[in-house]
T-cell receptor, first 113, second 111 residues
Framework: DAGVTQSPTHLIKTRGQHVTLRCSPI?????VSWYQQVLGQGPQFIFQ???????GRGNFPDRFSARQFPNYSSELNVNALLLGDSALYLC????????????FGPGTRLLVL | GDSVTQMEGPVTLSEEAFLTINCTYT??????LFWYVQYPGEGLQLLLK?????DKGSNKGFEATYRKETTSFHLEKGSVQVSDSAVYFC??????????FGSGTRLSIRP
C-alpha cells in the first residue's frame, strides 16, 4: 500500500505570493494533520482535519488555511508568503481524529525568496 | 502547555559505541511518548512509542522507557551503526490531538 504522498516535492515562491500544498493520506485513514518544520527545528502543528472538518489549529496566522476533501485528501494554503514561511511542510495521516500514531509523508520543501 | 526538551546536538559517536539521547517532557496527565527518526532527505518515521508509565518501546535495537517519576523518555542503543546517522525527535501526543516535538538531535556515526 502507498504511504502518505505529498506534492509538489519542492517549490520556490516570492514574497507576497500564494501557495497550495497537497496531501493524500494512507488508504483508509480519515484524518490529516499538517506540520511546519523550519530548518534545524522540530515540526510545529498547524492543522488537523477529520471528516472534512477542522479539529485542531496551531498557533499560526490566518494566512494559513486548509481543507479536506470527500476522498480525505487535503490542501494547505498559505497567502501573502513571507520569507519566514520557508520550511518543510509535512502532512501526516491517521485512522481517526484521536489516533495517536500518525504516519508522515516526505514533505514539501518551500523556499520563499 | 505541553512541551518536550531533548538533548542538544550534534552527537558524534564511533561505530559500535553506546548511544543515549536524553528527553524530558512537561504535560498534563500521562501522554503517549514517541521517538521519530528523520534520515537524510527523507520524511519522519516512527521509531518507537510507549503509551503508559513503565512501558518500554523498542525497535531496530533502540529502546526507551516511559518514566513518569522523572518525566523522561531517553533513547538508548547498545551498539550504533553508520546507518543510524539521522536526526532523532522525541515527541508526545497531547490532549489536543496533536503531536508536540522536541527540537531534534542530529546523530553522526563514524566508521
Amino acid at each position: 500500500d502507498a504511504g502518505v504522498t505529498q506534492s509538489p516535492t519542492h517549490l520556490i515562491k516570492t514574497r507576497g505570493q500564494h501557495v497550495t500544498l497537497r496531501c493524500s493520506p494512507i488508504s483508509g485513514h480519515k484524518s490529516v494533520s499538517w506540520y511546519q518544520q523550519v530548518l534545524g527545528q522540530g515540526p510545529q502543528f498547524i492543522f488537523q482535519y477529520y471528516e472534512k472538518e477542522e479539529r485542531g489549529r496551531g498557533n499560526f496566522p490566518d494566512r494559513f488555511s486548509a481543507r479536506q476533501f470527500p476522498n480525505y485528501s487535503s490542501e494547505l494554503n498559505v497567502n501573502a508568503l513571507l520569507l519566514g514561511d520557508s520550511a518543510l511542510y509535512l502532512c501526516a495521516s491517521s485512522l481517526g481524529s484521536s489516533q495517536e500514531t500518525q504516519y508522515f509523508g516526505p514533505g514539501t520543501r518551500l523556499l520563499v525568496l | 502547555g505541553d512541551s518536550v526538551t531533548q538533548m542538544e546536538g550534534p552527537v558524534t559517536l564511533s561505530e559500535e559505541a553506546f548511544l543515549t539521547i536524553n528527553c524530558t517532557y512537561t504535560a498534563t496527565g500521562y501522554p503517549s511518548l514517541f521517538w521519530y527518526v528523520q534520515y537524510p532527505g527523507e520524511g519522519l518515521q516512527l521509531l518507537l512509542k510507549a503509551t503508559k508509565a513503565d512501558d518500554k518501546g523498542s525497535n531496530k535495537g533502540f529502546e526507551a522507557t516511559y518514566r513518569k517519576e522523572t518525566t523522561s523518555f531517553h533513547l538508548e542503543k547498545g551498539s550504533v551503526q553508520v546507518s543510524d546517522s539521522a536526526v532523532y525527535f522525541c515527541a508526545l501526543y497531547s490532549s489536543a490531538s496533536k503531536i508536540i516535538f522536541g527540537s531534534g538531535t542530529r546523530l553522526s556515526i563514524r566508521p
